[in-house]
């Protein structure tokens, strides 16, 4: 015999009470089928109509207040459809009855429902949290905010804590607030194996803060073999994709206690540095002669300084009197100078130069390899291939320009050289 309708019936036992089992065989089995078959039709109407009707509401209302993207994530991140699950599991849960089970069966049934309904709530909230996630990365990669992944992360961990309290609670039919004091002596334990996770939070936490690092951002750091672009940065790692396009794995907590270099505000800045040493050969150091100079003063480049530097170095000359005769007293151009001021002007006329940042070219302390000249400037562009195409044409014309003032550059000697030298021995 079915059961009979009590104060406690939901409307749809009542329902199938009333107006269903009365036209159905009074055997067991057959009250038990139309139960189920009644019930499972309502289930999958209420589900389907809970999600459709989430998201149909939901999605105009993201719209209207101009969050499409939010709109899209949620509904690709299935939070709607994980909704519906619970709502028709709340409902089977609610009319166990209609099953025609026993009392002690129905009940475990009900609390085990009830447990599995709490799990796909906690999933549609899990799934909401990577919509955000989905929805702040898009921001980031439009240069929009800083990525929140290690925070959602942090979270996502809490809210399955919390799904795991909750669903033994239920399925154990007791309080969760006697279950939370409990996890007060497993404290120290929690703290030892989340370890990593907490330092990783701190870590993550400092440096979203302080705008340490982002995604995109290039960044060396040799003890873990990375140098490359930032692709992605979660609670417990960052990934670094190398030149080689290899991807270095660094823990998080490593950047924020480790130093590394991050080439951001280089590009941010719009210059990028360029350092480097051309060796002149001291034995072809010299001073100019009037017939050199006058030759080099058609130079563009180098008639307004030879200019200034010829009436300089006349005046200084001038006054020593009868002791400028001898050459050793006088002031007169060399060559090495006069190149770098060759290459300073090249620098000033360089449109990929920027001529707001430090210009030098300076000659260094020489050394058994020569006089190094260091040219010390910065490129307009960036972009690793333009930067070294500028360096190129830049040293390359720098080079080219040194037999013009009689300069060579140091080069030690080859197999060539050698071979040469012995040819010649052998001639003599």
Not at 65 to 76: F, H
Not at 165 to 185: H, I, N, Y
Not at 199 to 213: E, F, H
Not at 350 to 359: A, F, G, K, S
Request: hydrophobic fraction near 50%; aromatic fraction near 8%; glycine fraction near 6%.
């Amino acid at each position: 015999m079915p059961p009979t309708p009590n104060a406690l019936s939901t409307p749809l036992e009542v329902w199938v009470d009333t107006w269903i089992l009365p036209w159905v065989p009074q055997e067991p089995w057959a009250q038990a089928l139309v139960g189920m078959l009644v019930l499972a039709g309502v289930v999958w109407l209420a589900g389907l109509l809970a999600s459709r009707g989430l998201a149909l509401v939901l999605g105009r209302a993201l719209q209207a207040l101009g969050r499409d993207d939010w709109s899209q994530a949620v509904a690709r991140r299935g939070v709607y459809r994980h909704l519906g699950h619970a709502v028709s599991l709340l409902l089977i849960a609610a009319n166990i009855r209609l099953l025609f089970v026993g009392e002690a069966l129905g009940d475990s049934l009900e609390r085990l429902i009830q447990a599995l309904a709490l799990v796909y709530v906690f999933l549609a909230f899990n799934r909401l949290l990577r919509a955000w996630q989905d929805v702040n990365m898009l921001g980031v990669q439009q240069g929009r905010g800083r990525p929140i992944k290690g925070y959602l992360e942090v979270a996502q961990l809490a809210v399955w804590a919390l799904c795991v309290v909750l669903v033994v609670s239920v399925l154990l039919d007791q309080s969760p607030l006697l279950m939370l004091s409990g996890l007060g002596a497993l404290s120290a334990v929690l703290l030892l194996v989340f370890k990593d996770t907490l330092l990783s939070l701190v870590a993550s936490t400092q440096m979203n803060t302080n705008d340490m690092l982002r995604i995109g951002d290039w960044i060396e750091m040799p003890q873990a073999g990375a140098d490359g672009f930032v692709i992605d940065m979660a609670l417990h790692t960052v990934k670094v994709q190398n030149w080689d396009k290899t991807v270095t794995t660094i823990p998080t907590y490593k950047l924020f206690s480790e130093s590394y270099r991050n080439w951001r505000q280089m590009f941010e800045s719009g210059g990028r540095r360029i350092k480097r040493t051309l060796r002149i050969d001291a034995e072809s150091v010299r001073f100019l002669d009037d017939d050199e100079i006058q030759a080099l003063s058609r130079y563009r480049l180098l008639s307004d300084y030879l200019a200034a530097k010829q009436s300089a170095l006349q005046a200084s000359n001038q006054a020593l009197q009868e002791t400028a005769a001898v050459p050793a007293n006088r002031r007169r151009l060399t060559n090495l100078g006069t190149f770098r001021a060759y290459a300073l002007a090249y620098l000033k006329q360089n449109p990929n130069i920027r001529q707001d940042m430090l210009m030098i070219v300076r000659a260094l302390e020489p050394d058994s390899q020569g006089v190094p000249v260091e040219v010390y400037c910065f490129s307009r562009l960036t972009a690793w291939v333009d930067y070294e195409q500028v360096q190129g044409d830049l040293f390359d014309h720098l080079l080219a320009i040194l037999p013009e003032l009689s300069l060579r550059v140091y080069q030690a000697p080859s197999g060539h050289v050698f071979s040469r030298l012995a040819g010649g021995a052998e001639r003599d």
